[in-house]
């Protein structure tokens, strides 16, 4: 049985898009996840969301000060805003950005903080 090669062009671009439609869906789901925290922070984390910035608006996982931290990151559409940082016990232990371009949380600069993940972005909602 003899196969075409626009059917075979067809079955491929099938086969690929499938793929993507899944890979797609599962880092959606990977970038959402809050399985793991505390009713304020999930609640805050809702709260955030409907007040950012329509571009670079972000919700971050760091290690910070033998800790686990989250940058509420507003986005860009303003200069001096500010990142507010938060432990799991939902309190904010500081601040950065800002007018002053602050980059220091309990005296020690944020740039020492090892990135976990990306709990949620502006992007991933389009």
């Given at each position: ?75 860009n559409c303003g200069a001096d ?46």
């Amino acid at each position: 049985m003899k196969i075409s090669n626009s059917i075979i062009k067809v079955i491929s671009a099938l086969f690929i898009c499938s793929l993507a439609l899944c890979s797609g869906c599962k880092a959606k789901q990977k970038n959402t996840s809050t399985e793991k925290m505390s009713i304020c922070l999930q609640e805050k984390m809702e709260a955030f969301k409907k007040t950012v910035c329509a571009k670079g608006a972000s919700i971050k996982q760091y290690q910070f000060q033998n800790a686990i931290v989250y940058a509420f990151i507003p986005g860009n559409c303003g200069a001096d805003l500010s990142s507010d940082i938060v432990n799991t016990s939902c309190e904010t232990i500081g601040f950065l950005g800002g007018i002053m371009g602050n980059s220091k949380i309990n005296g020690e600069e944020f740039s020492n903080a090892n990135w976990l993940k990306t709990i949620w972005t502006i992007d991933a909602e389009k």
